[in-house]
Structure formats: structure tokens, C-alpha cells
């Protein structure tokens, strides 16, 4: 985009005081006020694509080099009103060819971001995004292709971070160990069954105030540039991989297979499966959302998987994947009544222990058709229909959540004695339950929640899955016969028990458990992944 100056005035901008906060005024120097027009064209994208200000300017131009102390005022609380705005999804959006037009545009955002007062988890978010997109744009094509020093990064910072310090941080060892990991990975499944990116992410969270010290950044700018790299080679495997799948079986005259973990049908055509791939790509649209990116990644790992299971192939688990602990037969656990949704604050732990009965309590009998053949898995039962939105009365909902609670025991055991019947492989990620017709795919650490722990957060576990399988049953029933009974009961129970995860999880994160934080971090966002999918569905 060509950018023309407006006119200038005769008045320099060098003493000009900046308004702040607190009601006092600081020095604009005539290098901040370059720097600001330096930045502006970035800002005035952001503020146009996402409608987030009128411009202070026409299209095209620059505001002037030589304002008067009245525009630098009024421009610079424009530039701090659109900060307060933005987030990093929303730069993340701005189109390649201008958020990499300029060197000096882009390290004039990076460094306002840099010196703003009292940041928030927004602006963190926004500055760990534009260092790794300043260093991608401004490496040497060389040192891209190899492994990747934190020297490497601090030489290449230095016109942002002149400090940038390449010494190692004790604590920020974990993003090492990542990284390692990374390298042993074939697929995205294995970084999203890992929990890699949630333990990267909790680190952040964890760090408060040293996240901004010079060596801090610059190694969160070479695990993110790293993992970024990382991703993309998965992301290039999975694709090549039902690439070939569907080859594969078209060269065995098999014509369809049975796609209904990736939301195609149960025949579906190797002619609709291989125009998916050729039309598949990374969904960073207009509606982006870190669940809606999610779910579309997850449907390419849910199809490699239906694929390779149709031509009867087993994807090797990633070397550092636990194996949960050969399976002890015991009763099932009964799953605690989720109470209806009366508000949205956090229960302190002594209340959600309260409301979940302990793990050590009293297991219920088995019913005696199940303990009679154990080796055959039990269905699940119908979900029990709830009220039609339609027809719903004031209060109906919460009415709904004890009938959902009841199907959802009913569930649970169903994957239980799946699980039981026949034991997950050793070291695989990933087990797939069948529940009327509906697959559902259970993470390592879910299916050891079943069958080997005995625990608080076990118990969370066994919840998610079972609102998600509850969930996965409606969807299916809603897509085959177009009744809604099963999938609104499902989102009535999905919805109260989503509140309660992201408390958990909050707690974990408070405790310093990050293990608990991330196994159940990742399965609240596949229900909620879920949810989002069973909302379109909904009348």
C-alpha cells in the first residue's frame, strides 16, 4: 500500500507532552513521534479490518512528520486507544504482504507494545506474537533452514531488544525439553495428545513480570519460531499421510470408508475424501477462534485416523507418550451429579470437593447383565430426551441437568466396560469407544483415568469424556434422523459441567499441578470444541 504524509505543519513535535493515565503529561520526543507514524499503517489496518476506530486520516496517508501539539495528542491516544483494543488473533489477521511490508513498521509496533505501562495477558499474548514474526521476517534465509541458538535470536532482536541477553534462564529449561520432544513427533496428534503447548503456554502464565526480561524473551521467541517450524512439518505429514490413505484404498478397489470420527458419513467416498485434502487449508479466516482452529485441525487428525483404521494400519505412538497401567478389574465409578448453573464464579476447592463425591466413596454394584458378560461391551443407553428450546418453560433447563446426570451414569459405564473389555495397546495414544454407533476418540491420560487412577482429577476426566461422548451421540443422532432430544439434553449437561472444568483447571494452575491443569485444559477444549459444533445444529 502506498502511503503519501499529509501536509505539515510549521510547529515540530519535540516537546509535545503525551497525556497520561493518572492525569499528568510525558514528553513525546521527536524519535517517539517517528516511530508512531512508523507504526501507524499497522494500526490503521487493525482499526479498518476489525472496525475497532474511525481513522484519524484518509486512506493512504501518514499523519503529518511535523504535527501540531494538538494532533500528536489526539493520534497518540488514537494509537493507545487501538492497543487497548487489539488482540493477538487480530494481528495474527492482518494480510502478509503489509504486515511484512516494513522492517522499521513492524519493530515500531513490537517496541510501543515493549514500553507500555501495567501489561496485561493481552499484551503479553500480542508481544510474544510480533517477536516471532519480526524474527521470521528479518533471519537470514540460512539460519531459518538450521537449528535455531538463542545467539541466533538475540543477534537478530537487537534492533528491538538492544539488551537481549543469549544466556540461558534455569527456568526457562522446560522450553528445551519441548522442543527435544518436538523432534520426535510423525503427526499433530502427538503435540495435542502431549500437552506440549498447554505446558508452554502455563510457563508463560507462570513467569508474571520476568516473561519480560531481555533473555526471557528472546527464549520464548526461539521456542515459538521453533515449535511454529515444528508444526508445520506435522501439519505437511498428517496431509501427505490421508493423501495417501486414500490412495491406498483406491488401489485396493475400496471406494468408501466409514469417516464418521472426522463428520462424514459412515461410506463415505475416496472421490469426496481426496477433494477435501486438495481443498483443505490452515483455518486462520475471518471467524477465527482458537476452538473453531481447533476443530478443523482435529477433523484432519480424526480422518488419518478413520483412514488408516479402514485400510487396518496402527500409527505408531510418539517415543515419549506414557502408557497408562495395565487396567485393574474394579467396579466403574459413579459420576458426580452436576449441579444446575446458578452463577459463573469459580467454586473455592473446599465447594467442588463438596460437590463431588469423594473417589474413595462406596462403588455402586455392577447391574448383573454386565457383570454376566464382561467381555462384551455394554451400549450406552439413549440419552432421555429433554424439553424442545421451543417449548422450554422458565427453568426448564435446569430441570433437564438431573436427567442428563442420570444418562450420563449410564454412559460412563458403557466406556468403562468398553475399556475393561479390551485394554488399550501399550504405549498408544489414542483408543476409540463406540457408543450407539458414534465413535469417540479418548486421550492416554482419559483412558488411564477409567481404568487405572483413583482420583480427584480422574475423576474430572471421566466427566469430560463422558459430556463429550454425550455430546458426540446427539450430534450423530441429530445429523441421522434429525431429532434434537439427545443432543439438547447433551448441551444442557455439556454446558453446567464446562463451568466447572475451567474452574478446576484454575486450580490446578493456583496449586502449581500443571500436569492436572493441562490433561484437563486440553479436554475442556475438545468439549468446548464440541459444543461450538453441536450449536449449529441446534433449531
Known amino acids: 500500500m502506498t502511503l503519501k504524509t499529509s501536509s505539515p505543519p510549521s510547529n515540530p513535535p519535540a516537546q509535545v507532552k503525551k497525556p497520561s493515565a493518572n492525569g499528568g503529561a510525558q514528553p513525546v520526543s521527536a524519535a ?19 472496525r475497532l476506530a474511525p481513522l484519524p486520516y484518509p486512506p493512504g496517508e501518514l499523519p503529518p512528520a511535523k504535527p501540531t501539539k494538538s494532533a500528536v495528542e489526539r493520534d497518540l491516544l488514537w494509537l493507545d486507544a487501538i492497543d487497548e483494543k487489539v488482540l493477538a488473533y487480530q494481528i495474527r489477521q492482518i494480510p502478509p504482504e503489509l504486515l511484512n511490508a516494513s522492517e522499521e513498521s ?35 534465509p540460512d539460519l531459518i533452514r538450521r537449528e535455531i541458538s538463542l545467539q541466533d535470536v538475540a543477534r537478530v532482536l537487537k534492533h528491538i531488544l538492544p539488551e537481549a541477553d543469549a544466556t540461558p534462564l534455569e527456568w526457562c529449561q522446560p522450553l528445551d525439553k519441548i522442543l527435544e520432544d518436538l523432534g520426535h513427533y510423525q503427526s499433530l496428534r502427538d503435540v495435542m495428545e502431549s500437552g506440549l503447548l498447554e505446558q508452554g503456554r502455563l510457563l508463560k502464565e507462570s513467569a508474571g513480570c520476568m516473561f519480560y526480561d531481555p533473555a526471557a524473551l528472546v527464549a520464548f521467541c526461539r521456542f515459538n519460531f521453533s515449535l511454529r517450524r515444528a508444526f508445520i512439518r506435522l501439519l505437511h505429514a498428517d496431509l501427505s499421510a490421508v493423501r495417501e490413505a486414500v490412495e491406498a484404498l483406491e488401489a485396493k478397489g475400496i471406494k468408501t470408508a466409514d469417516c464418521r470420527r472426522a463428520g462424514f458419513s459412515a461410506a463415505e467416498t475416496t472421490a469426496r475424501l481426496r477433494q477435501f485434502c486438495e481443498n483443505w487449508r490452515q483455518p486462520f479466516q475471518k471467524d477465527y477462534t482458537e476452538n473453531s ?13 478413520d483412514l488408516e483404521e479402514a485400510l487396518g494400519r496402527t500409527r505408531p505412538a510418539a517415543p515419549p507418550a506414557a502408557a497408562p ?5 474394579k467396579q466403574p465409578p459413579t459420576i458426580a451429579k452436576p449441579q444446575p448453573p446458578a452463577a459463573t464464579k469459580v467454586p473455592p476447592p473446599a465447594a467442588v470437593k463438596a460437590a463431588s463425591p469423594a473417589p474413595s466413596a462406596p462403588k455402586r454394584e455392577k447391574p448383573a447383565a454386565v457383570a454376566a458378560k464382561p467381555s462384551s461391551p455394554a451400549p450406552a443407553a439413549s440419552p432421555a430426551p429433554a424439553v424442545p428450546p421451543a417449548a422450554r418453560k422458565p427453568g426448564a433447563e435446569a430441570l433437564a441437568v438431573p436427567t442428563a446426570a442420570a444418562e450420563a451414569d449410564k454412559c460412563l459405564e458403557a466406556i468403562w466396560e ?20 458414534s465413535k469417540v476418540l479418548l486421550s492416554s491420560w482419559e483412558v488411564a483415568a477409567f481404568v487405572s487412577e483413583d482420583s480427584q482429577e480422574a475423576e474430572d476426566l471421566r466427566r469430560a469424556v463422558v459430556a463429550r461422548a454425550l455430546l458426540a451421540v446427539g450430534v450423530d443422532e441429530r445429523k441421522r434422523s434429525g431429532k434434537s432430544s439427545a443432543l439438547a439434553s447433551a448441551m444442557v449437561l455439556a454446558r453446567t459441567e464446562v463451568s466447572y ?26 468439549l468446548l470444541s464440541f459444543i461450538e459444533e453441536a450449536e449449529k445444529l441446534q433449531p
Open 32 to 50: 517517539q513521534w517517528a516511530e508512531a507514524r512508523l507504526a501507524y499503517p499497522l494500526y490503521a489496518a487493525l482499526a479498518t479490518q476489525f
Open 106 to 140: 513492524l519493530r515500531a509496533l513490537v517496541r510501543r507494545q515493549l514500553r507500555r505501562h501495567g501489561k496485561t495477558t493481552a499484551d503479553r499474548d500480542k508481544i510474544d506474537l510480533l517477536l516471532v514474526q519480526y524474527f521470521a521476517l528479518c533471519a537470514p
Open 293 to 305: 482452529v481447533r476443530h478443523d485441525f482435529e477433523q484432519l487428525l480424526a480422518l488419518r485416523a
Open 325 to 329: 497401567a495395565a487396567p485393574q478389574k
Open 418 to 437: 468398553q475399556l475393561i473389555a479390551e485394554p488399550p495397546s501399550r504405549g498408544r495414544s489414542m483408543t476409540t469407544v463406540v457408543l450407539q454407533d
Open 501 to 526: 472444568f475451567q474452574g478446576r483447571v484454575e486450580q490446578a494452575k493456583a496449586a502449581k499441578d500443571t500436569e492436572a491443569a493441562v490433561n484437563l485444559g486440553i479436554s475442556t477444549k475438545r
